[in-house]
């Protein structure tokens, strides 16, 4: 009982120190492909804190759905990172179906942050919040042709059922599925967090954009919301992602909250190489690849319930 | 058996009362001189009808009583049974609350004052419709179930075509009467049908008849294709669109609200009958399910027309219940109880929440429509300033409608997910689960059809002078969509509730689920759910109240939208509707089809020129239409003995009955 209460504790304390480390991460990661010192790993911090502190502009032509965007955002992801576990530890809320509600927070979350875009009645904004919208929805079967793999191999009906039973003797005995699945499921890491390929977050052109530009007209401490609520988005998925490319576990408790801290650490580490050696691609493109992540995930169902 | 005496306290004869109060509501105004105080009568007395209604319903429904009236009508087709069972009683619901919403909305929509010509009529008939669809729960003899049907679906059309000087709205009727008196003759041949086999016109008791005989797919194949023709699934979905979309809005929320699930209470009836189902029939009803459920979305965020949106998603979520059907039914041939009772729950469940958030919508956008004077979505925008109540109601309903959380939606797909995956542990019928990620999918694509809509009308600026001064809805307009919405938070946040609603009617359509558990394991489950669903409110609180906080400390101000450099932005560069769904339409290119009209330029200084992207109704236009005209013009010789001669007529209608009669002795 005390135990669950501490990894509880220690899950919560995660969530809420650790993301924008990983956007550090990732920038310094993309410095030292460029032969740059970069900014410190704590950069993030310091932006968020930053704005914060700022005072807010508001578009005249907005209403309160623009003002529920950021909100409903973090909230939503917030509950979310209390469904995943990280690492070997369950997650703090867990129950049969959470999978599924663990997928529809995000839409609801990406509902609001698209009308908040539209809701500012700039054309490039609509852009983005088009792009967004056509591109979720098809990274959206990916998700649960990777949840049905892990039930059927889990025999669980929650996250924490199906992510923690993942481990090298699992891979061992369905290593094609499984390999299909980390494929598969990285791409929608990627396109889901708005990451190269599918989006450059330091691109200076807002008509090549699709998350920053629907954030263009939000200011402060909004701001400071969308941005730690993207960095917490990244860190969730990645927790997810994780468990199934890096499935370590030592038996000891805190030696796992260490793996699970270290394991992220390397995510961070990957993503920043395949940002540095990688360009966007063509915006037509991006629904091939996203198509192309389903047929592997769809793959590896049929490879586990033949 | 009760006597109508006994039974005065009786919640059943309740209900039947109800029902006829709002069936008469609308007479007295057809015979008052002066406009208006017939609206407002017949308003007063179906909400009364419905206050009493709705409680009596859900007695019934509780009680888990079947109440039966056995009235001589001395017709040659057996006594005219009138039967309220659990699964009646379900149905009743919606009938009540939206045909009452709907009234009180018409008050302030369409006001007698305004509408002299067509109000009397519209308030008549309004309440006919309304009435015989909760009559028509209640019918068992098959032949008074048609003569129902056929007042129901009439009076219908005389709703539909209330606007009849518009050339649009005639024809969305003449198709939505060939389509409706379709569906009609199979019934005829399914009525006559079920009599040859039963011996009697009355409706079989459950369980009562063998599927293995070989009338018995012929039976549910003429059942499904005439009250699949009501209900609006593919591929006999030709006539929805046109038909709600062109209806006056509260007629639109209660055809779309009520009248379509008329269509799956039969098919809901009709499969009680049997016993031991093939996985036939359930597979067949999964997969015309499923792809209603796809293409319907698909075709919603294609269209620009604001009603004609609402209407493909309620293909959609017609589609959406059918699979659950499909899957209840896979479950009692396979006789796996969790399945009948996750599909069964989610297809019940999803009628009563649909019947909650589509008229929702749908009075949503009659005050749209009324505030604007237009439906099309690309010369709107910005109305959320001017009306933020309706704004705000039409928030909920487009979350809800999406299914997502913490809204009464999510609860339906929920459950319907759950029985998708919990397949995967018992090793049969594993491909069930493939339904999940095209799901998700249907899912996705509803995301992309309201945001599509709500930004298009309420975000943003004006595109037009139309649209430039909205006004808010009046309260009666109002209420009726605060109460849709309060009802889609309530299921949304305490599903548990709703759950214990479907569970009676369940149990008459597999009646060994009441002495079974999983109602409770699942009511767990859902609770658990609805904790999740405070945390998300809590969390959005939290989340507001620190935003606040550090908004106090740092000074805020106000600008025009960030034009990225560009200073001169106007409201025809926002982006639109169909340039929203631009990309998803390119995407899924194919399933979802634009026409795009535009004229041939030529010279060097070509003239001023419209483009347009008008989206394209394949089946009805390329196959149906065709086909019709081709019957048309087959059957043309038959035009000769329609030729307006009242003697010949007479003729006609003497020759029938002595045929009649020949075949009587």
Known sequence: MTNSIINSIIHIFLAIAMPPLLLGVIGKTKAAFAGRVGAPFLQPYYDILRLLHKGSVFSTTTSWVFRAGPIVAMATTAVAALLIPFGAHPSPISFDGDMILYAYLFALGRFFTMAAALDTGSSFEGMGSAREATYSCLAEPTLFFALITLSRLSGSYNLSGMLVNINFSVWMHTSAALLLLVGGMFIVLLAENCRIPFDDPNTHLELTMIHEVMVLDHSGPAFAIIQYAAALKLFVLGAFFVHLALPYSSGNPLLDWGLFIISMLELALVIGIVESVMARLRLIRIPQLLVAATILAAFSTLLVIR | ?665
Request: include cysteine.
């Open chain 2, 1 to 665: 058996m009760h006597s109508f005496l006994q039974g005065a306290f009786d919640p059943a004869l309740v209900a039947l009362l109800a029902a006829l109060v709002i069936g008469c509501a609308g007479i007295p105004g057809l015979f008052l001189q002066k406009p208006g105080p017939g609206q407002i009568l017949s308003t007063v007395a179906t909400m009364l009808a419905a206050l009493a209604g709705v409680p009596s319903a859900l007695m019934l429904l509780f009680s888990h009583t079947t109440t039966t009236w056995s009235l001589e009508w001395g017709l040659p087709f057996g006594p005219c049974e009138l039967v309220i069972d659990p699964l009646s009683a379900f149905f009743l619901l919606p009938v009540f609350l939206v045909s009452a919403a709907g009234s009180l909305f018409a008050v302030g929509y369409w006001p007698a004052a305004e509408h002299r010509a067509t109000e009397r009529g519209l308030t008549f008939f309004y309440g006919l419709l309304a009435s015989s669809m909760a009559i028509l729960l209640m019918a068992r003899n098959g032949v008074f179930f048609i003569m129902v049907w056929e007042v129901m679906a009439l009076s219908a059309y005389f709703l539909l075509v209330t606007e009849h000087e518009r050339e649009e709205v005639r024809r969305a009727g003449i198709v939505y009467l060939i389509a409706t008196h379709t569906g009609t003759a199979a019934l005829f041949v399914y009525f006559s049908l079920l009599a040859a086999q039963t011996g009697s016109f009355m409706l079989p008791a459950a369980g009562s008849l063998s599927a293995l005989s070989p009338y018995a797919s012929v039976l549910v194949l003429a059942a499904f294709i005439g009250f699949g023709a009501k209900a609006g699934i593919m591929p006999l979905h030709v006539w929805l669109p046109s038909a709600h979309a062109n209806a006056p809005s509260h007629v639109s929320a209660v055809m779309s609200g009520v009248m379509l699930k008329m269509g799956l209470y039969g098919i809901f009836r009709t499969l009680t009958f049997f016993h031991d189902p093939p996985l036939l029939w359930g597979a067949v009803l999964t997969v015309c399910g499923i792809t209603s459920a796809l293409l319907g979305i698909a075709f919603a965020v294609a269209q620009r027309d604001l009603k004609r949106l609402l209407a493909c998603s309620s293909i959609e979520n017609i589609g959406i219940i059918t699979t659950g059907l499909g899957v209840a039914l896979l479950g009692v041939s396979s006789h796996n109880t969790p399945l009948v009772y996750l599909g069964m729950a989610g297809a019940l469940l999803h009628i009563l929440n649909h019947s909650f958030f589509k008229p929702l919508l749908f009075l949503g956008s009659g005050a749209i429509i009324h505030a604007t004077g237009t439906r099309e979505m690309n010369l709107m925008g910005g109305l959320g300033k001017g009306m933020p109540r309706t704004a705000l109601l039409f928030m909920v309903g487009s979350v809800a409608i999406c299914g997502i959380p913490p809204l009464n939606g999510f609860v339906s797909e929920f459950l319907l997910y759950f029985g998708f995956f919990s397949q995967l542990k018992a090793n049969s019928l594993l491909y069930l689960v493939f339904l999940a990620p095209l799901l998700a999918l249907v899912g996705g694509l509803a995301v992309i059809a309201f945001t599509k809509l709500y930004s298009s009308v309420f975000l943003g600026t004006s595109r037009s002078s139309a649209a430039a001064h909205p006004h808010e809805a009046g309260v009666s307009m109002l209420a009726p969509m605060a109460f849709f919405a309060l009802l889609c938070l309530l299921i949304g946040v305490v599903p548990q509730l709703a759950l214990s609603l479907v569970s009676p009617a369940i149990a008459t359509f597999y009646p060994a689920l009441a002495s079974s558990t999983v109602s409770a394991e699942y009511g767990a489950i859902l609770g658990k759910l609805s904790l999740a669903g405070v945390l998300l409110l809590t969390a959005a609180v939290v989340v507001t109240l620190l935003w606040r906080w550090r908004l106090g400390r740092a000074p805020v101000s106000s600008a025009p939208t960030w034009g990225c450099g560009y200073q001169r932005g106007t409201a025809r560069m926002q982006y639109g509707g169909t340039a929203f769904s631009e990309l998803a339409v390119s995407v899924f290119n194919g399933i979802m089809r634009q026409r795009v009209e535009r004229p041939l330029l030529t010279g060097l200084f070509p003239c001023v020129a419209r483009c347009s992207d008008v989206p394209t109704e394949t089946l009805l236009e390329r196959i149906i239409v065709p086909l019709f005209s081709l019957a048309g013009v087959s059957f043309a010789f038959l035009r000769r003995m329609q030729h307006g001669l009242m003697h010949v007529y007479m003729m006609y209608i003497f020759a029938t009955l002595f045929i009649l009669m020949l075949w009587a002795n």
